[in-house]
C-alpha cells in the first residue's frame, strides 16, 4: 500500500519562476494539505483541499495556489518566486471520515531558489 | 492564534539514557496533541497522539501526556537508542478528532543518542 508520493524530489529554480509541486494522497484518502518547512523550523500550514476546493488557508500570499483532482491528488503553483521560498514542501494527506485518523505525510520536494 | 512551544535543542544523549523533550501550548477550545518524528532526508511520521486532557500518547517507548491544567505535552522515554536519533516535533489540531484541520508546530528539537 503506497504511502503519500511526492514529486519532484528536488527542484532548482531561480528567482521570478513558477513552480508546481505534485501529491498523491495514501490510498483511501480524499483530504490533502500541503506544509512549508524552512531550513530548522517546523512546518507552516499553506492550504488544505477536500473535494477539490480549498477549505482552509494558512497565510501565506496568493502567489500560492492549489489544486486538487477527481483523483484526489493535489498540486501545489507557486508564482514569482522569492529567495525566502526556499524551502522543503510536505504534502499529507488523511481520510475526511473518520475524523480521528491522523495526517500522513510525504517525504517532501526541496525547492532551492538561486 | 495557536501556537506551540518546544524545547530548544540540540539534545545529545548517550544509549540508555532517559530522555525529556518539553512541550507546551496555547490554543483556544480542546485542541488535539502530536509528537511527530523526521528521520533525515525524510518526511514527518506520527509518533503518538493524545486528543482530550489526561490521555497518555505511546508508541516505541515513548510516552506523552495531555495535561490540560499545564498546557503541555512532553515527550519521554525510558531508555533512548541509537536509532532514535531524529528531529521531534511537537503540534497541535484544533480538531477533536486531528486529521482535517490544520497542524500548528512547533520548530523541533534535535535529539542526537551516541553509542
Known amino acids: 500500500d503506497a504511502g503519500v508520493t511526492q514529486s519532484p524530489t528536488h527542484l532548482i529554480k531561480t528567482r521570478g519562476q513558477q513552480v508546481t509541486l505534485r501529491c498523491s494522497p495514501k490510498?483511501?484518502?480524499?483530504?490533502v494539505s500541503w506544509y512549508q518547512q524552512a531550513l530548522g523550523q517546523g512546518p507552516q500550514f499553506i492550504f488544505q483541499?477536500?473535494?477539490?476546493?480549498?477549505?482552509q488557508r494558512g497565510n501565506f500570499p496568493d502567489r500560492f495556489s492549489g489544486h486538487q483532482f477527481p483523483n484526489y491528488s493535489s498540486e501545489l503553483n507557486v508564482n514569482a518566486l522569492l529567495l525566502g521560498d526556499s524551502a522543503l514542501y510536505l504534502c499529507?494527506?488523511?481520510?475526511?471520515?473518520?475524523?480521528?485518523?491522523?495526517?500522513?505525510f510525504g517525504d517532501g520536494t526541496r525547492l532551492s531558489i538561486l | 492564534g495557536n501556537s506551540v512551544t518546544q524545547m530548544e535543542g540540540p539534545v545529545t544523549l548517550s544509549e540508555e539514557a532517559f530522555l525529556t523533550i518539553n512541550c507546551t501550548y496555547t490554543?483556544?477550545?480542546?485542541?488535539?496533541l502530536f509528537w511527530y518524528v523526521q528521520y533525515p532526508g525524510e518526511g514527518l511520521q506520527l509518533l503518538l497522539k493524545?486528543?482530550?486532557?489526561?490521555d497518555k500518547g505511546s508508541n516505541k517507548g515513548f510516552e506523552a501526556t495531555y495535561r490540560k491544567e499545564t498546557t503541555s505535552f512532553h515527550l519521554e522515554k525510558g531508555s533512548v537508542q541509537v536509532s532514535d536519533s531524529a528531529v521531534y516535533f511537537c503540534?497541535?489540531?484544533?480538531?477533536?478528532?486531528?486529521?482535517?484541520?490544520?497542524?500548528?508546530f512547533g520548530k523541533g528539537t534535535l535529539l542526537t543518542v551516541n553509542p
Open positions: 499529507a494527506s488523511s481520510p475526511r471520515t473518520p475524523s480521528n485518523q491522523p495526517q500522513h
Open positions: 490510498s483511501g484518502h480524499d483530504t
Open positions: 483541499y477536500y473535494e477539490e476546493e480549498e477549505r
Open positions: 490554543a483556544t477550545g480542546y485542541p488535539s
Open positions: 493524545a486528543t482530550k486532557a489526561d
Open positions: 503540534a497541535l489540531s484544533d480538531s477533536p478528532g486531528g486529521s482535517n484541520y490544520k497542524l500548528t
